[in-house]
């Protein structure tokens, strides 16, 4: 498995922009679809983008597109959320999520990751 470590959380206010980072220190990295989530407090856990293994498909939720984009890069380990014109509806905790089996496109399900992150909070003010 891979360890996952989530940075770029924050306060902002409405209308601004974030950029979550989600680095493997340790592990294969290249080759795992990974997703992302979030967690509102008295919420279920909610998922937001994913990125196939190669990077070449990239998927969003409804809540999301068109404001939020993620991106691979293999060289670094990493994986980003870019996060624009937020809302007061998207203060949660993120996490990033590393697929259980490789070569995967991605997936909405918590069950096909294997990997997760210790989570970063974004706040968004109105």
């Known amino acids: 498995q891979v360890q996952l470590v989530e940075s770029g959380g924050g306060l902002v206010q409405a209308g601004g922009s974030l950029r979550l980072s989600c680095a493997a220190s340790?592990?294969?990295?290249?080759?795992?679809?990974m997703g992302w989530f979030r967690q509102a407090p008295g919420k279920e856990r909610e998922w937001v983008a994913a990125?196939?293994?190669?990077?070449?498909?990239?998927y969003y939720a409804g809540s999301v597109k068109g404001r939020f984009t993620v991106s691979r890069d293999d060289a670094k380990k990493t994986v980003y959320l870019q996060m624009n014109s937020l809302k007061p509806e998207d203060t949660a905790v993120y996490f990033c999520?590393?697929?259980?089996?490789?070569?995967?496109?991605?997936?909405?399900?918590?069950?096909?990751?294997?990997?997760w992150g210790q989570g970063t909070q974004v706040t968004v003010s109105s």
């Open positions: 990125i196939s293994w190669n990077g070449a498909s990239t």
């Open positions: 999520a590393a697929s259980i089996g490789p070569y995967g496109l991605g997936s909405q399900q918590p069950v096909d990751f294997g990997s």
């Open positions: 340790e592990g294969t990295f290249n080759n795992y679809a």
